[in-house]
Each structure stands twice: as C-alpha cells, then as structure tokens.
C-alpha cells in the first residue's frame, strides 16, 4: 500500500511557474510507476504526466508537453511536478498517483493522494 500528499498548489499569473510535490509512504513507492491528473470541477480528470519506476521512460499530455517536467527521487519517496509557462486553462486540482505494473495515461492507478488546487490568472 501507498499513501500519497500533494503540496505545492496555490496561485500564480499567466506565465508564471509553480513546483508539484507527492509525498509517498509504502515500501513499493521505487517499483511503482507514477502520474499526475487534473481535474475540472464538472470535467473528467485528465492525464497530465506519468514516469516509470526508475525515472527512465516519461509521457506527456499534449496540453503540457515542453512546458511541464515530471522527476522522481526514490531515495527520497517523492514525485515533483515542474509547471512553466502556466496558462489560464491549466487551473484545476492536481492528482498524484501511483500504479504497480507500469506507466499509465489512462487513469487506471492503484493509489491517488487527495489533490492538491493550481490556480492560474490571466
């Protein structure tokens, strides 16, 4: 089993950059793949990044890809999030979580933290 707590979230202006982190305890956090969502209010949750195990394979949501950067520290039991370049439209609460056998974009994971809020102005 993993447990996962987001922090970084708040608010920030077009252009600006914010930093996601997942927090995880459980001993399959370093075997675990791991991803982030977003989710709309009235919307369905949507594939942001996911990265393997060991850090070596990343996927990209087209709406990210070149301005957000997925990492991992297993030695550390974290996941970061860098955002760059923040747009209005990337407002939305942000998942962690974590799947057993292998990278995702589809939100089929195993283990989910509570959200954290990105909030974005124009």
């Known amino acids: 089993q993993v447990t996962l707590v987001e922090s970084g979230g708040g608010l920030v202006q077009a252009g600006g950059s914010l930093r996601l982190s997942c927090a995880a305890s459980g001993r399959t956090f370093s075997t675990s793949a791991m991803g982030w969502f977003r989710q709309v209010p009235g919307k369905e949750r949507e594939f942001v990044a996911t990265i393997s195990w060991s850090g070596g394979i990343t996927y990209y949501g087209d709406s990210v890809k070149g301005r957000f950067s997925i990492s991992r520290d297993n030695a550390k039991n974290m996941v970061d999030l860098q955002m760059n370049n923040l747009k209005p439209e990337d407002t939305a609460v942000y998942y962690c979580?974590?799947?057993?056998?292998?990278?995702?974009?589809?939100?089929?994971?195993?283990?989910w933290g509570q959200g954290t809020q990105v909030t974005v102005s124009s």
């Open positions: 979580a974590g799947r057993r056998y292998g990278t995702s974009r589809h939100d089929d994971y195993d283990y």
